[in-house]
């Protein structure tokens, strides 16, 4: 019986170089599926989040800003594999910093900002972390 030097014996081994190259398509096809799974997440929650701010806005119905309650809307500025979303006011633009934080009145005095955007923010923070958190550790099917 000869030795045979330099090659496997074993039928339908892998080499080293097979390895590598299947790993790193598994990771390619797993990190695909993770930044669509992320990117999905991301428009859902972001859109719930403008839905939310619709219903919170509606308290300001009586007080003259009524294209307000109904303006928030979710705007995609994404580029390339760097997903973006602003969420604002199509309607009244510069309102909502007033409306939140307060201002000065033309006559003299201060009105008091109601806080109605941060909760929702806070909320859609933590749950945009979950999500991500929960896609990465379940994994992709």
Do not use: C
């Not at 339908?12 to 599926?33: H, P």
């Amino acid at each position: 019986m000869g030795v045979n030097r330099g090659r496997s014996q074993v039928t339908g081994a892998l080499r080293a170089g097979d390895f590598s190259r299947a790993f790193g398509k598994e990771m390619i096809k797993y990190t695909t599926g993770v930044e669509e799974e992320i990117l999905e997440a991301t428009e859902k929650l972001v859109k719930a989040a403008a839905k939310e701010l619709n219903v919170a806005s509606k308290e300001f119905k009586d007080t003259g800003a009524s294209k307000y309650e109904s303006g928030w809307a979710a705007k995609d500025m994404s580029v390339r594999h760097r997903a973006r979303y602003v969420i604002h006011n199509k309607n009244a633009p510069g309102l909502a910093h007033l409306l939140e934080r307060g201002h000065a009145k033309s006559n003299g005095g201060r009105v008091d900002g109601k806080i109605h955007i941060q909760p929702i923010e806070e909320q859609l923070t933590k749950d945009y972390e979950e999500a991500v958190k929960n896609i990465i550790e379940n994994g992709v099917i």
